[in-house]
């Protein structure tokens, strides 16, 4: 049920399953992937293993969509029929994203947009577009919708494993990370954002195995005693494991709202946190 004819937009940052941005028509904005000989639009012009492949020797750089490009996705939802936008960004703590959308819509006086600065990363992002279909399919009103996305923003987070923090270093996207880890960056942290949408380090251990089973307890904890809640798993280069990983939450948190989400982190992404990447996306509901 959609009778405020209400779209939602997600930039390609916050990695929403790709079977369901199909089912459920959410639009997408994509960052950029940026080499040398030229400008890649993230996840349709460049996929998240061509960026792996050329790794390490070549580090790109990113950038978020110019302001043609977020006019181009605002006119092809005003031609779609609809007459309202909730747009889902990553942290403005860690990308000018929000703000250059923020800025768009007020420009584009023909659809009434909110933005909503998730103050997370990758699929814990995501997750708060799926999270606003649900309420649009409920048949909220749109204000409403816009209020409880915002009241839930804190519900919602993200645990990612890191092989190496070269890439977040490189990047300039350590946050607090560099702070708390001090000289131990051989350790395998454990990230998260804090409430300002900023990196930080949540745990650390040694070795990929402890590090992974560390974050499936924090995992654990964040459910708590919660009945009802949804997971998601993203990776980057690491499907076989992160398969695993899914397997083993499906046996120790059984009641999540329905299965457990898996996909790809972007390209875009992996170049600020490297291969062999995993996290784990939390949604609280109740």
Not at 14 to 24: G, K, L, Y
Not at 84 to 112: D, Q
Not at 117 to 126: L, P
Request: proline share 5%.
């Amino acid at each position: 049920m959609n009778k405020e004819k209400i779209a939602i937009l997600a930039d390609s940052g916050s990695d929403v399953p790709q079977d369901f941005v199909a089912e459920n028509q959410i639009f997408t904005l994509p960052l950029k992937v940026i080499y040398p000989e030229g400008e890649y639009v993230d996840k349709l012009e460049i996929s998240t293993d061509q960026v792996i492949q050329r790794m390490p020797g070549e580090i790109p750089t990113t950038s978020l969509p110019d302001g043609q490009a977020i006019i181009r996705v605002f006119d092809e939802i005003k031609a779609a029929g609809y007459e309202k936008v909730i747009a889902v960004t990553i942290s403005s703590g860690l990308s000018g994203t929000c703000n250059m959308v923020r800025l768009m819509a007020e420009e584009y006086p023909s659809l009434e947009i909110f933005v909503l600065d998730t103050k997370n990363i990758g699929i814990a992002s995501g997750l708060q577009a799926i999270r606003a279909v649900e309420l649009v399919n409920a048949g909220l009103p749109y204000g409403e919708i816009c209020d409880q996305l915002t009241n839930e923003v804190p519900r919602n987070k993200v645990f990612f494993s890191v092989a190496t923090l070269e890439y977040l270093q490189k990047g300039g996207r350590i946050g607090l990370v560099t702070a708390i880890l001090g000289t131990a960056l051989k350790l395998n942290p454990i990230i998260s954002c804090n409430d300002e949408g900023v990196y930080y380090t949540v745990a650390k251990s040694r070795g990929r195995a402890k590090s992974l089973a560390k974050t499936m307890e924090l995992v654990k904890q964040t459910v708590g005693s919660h009945q009802k809640y949804r997971l998601a798993v993203a990776h980057a280069g690491a499907e076989d494991e992160a398969r695993a990983i899914l397997h083993q939450l499906e046996k120790i948190l059984p009641h999540t709202v329905e299965p457990i989400l898996f996909g790809e982190i972007s390209p875009a992404l992996v170049v600020h946190t490297g291969p062999e990447l995993i996290g784990i996306g939390v949604q609280v509901l109740d």
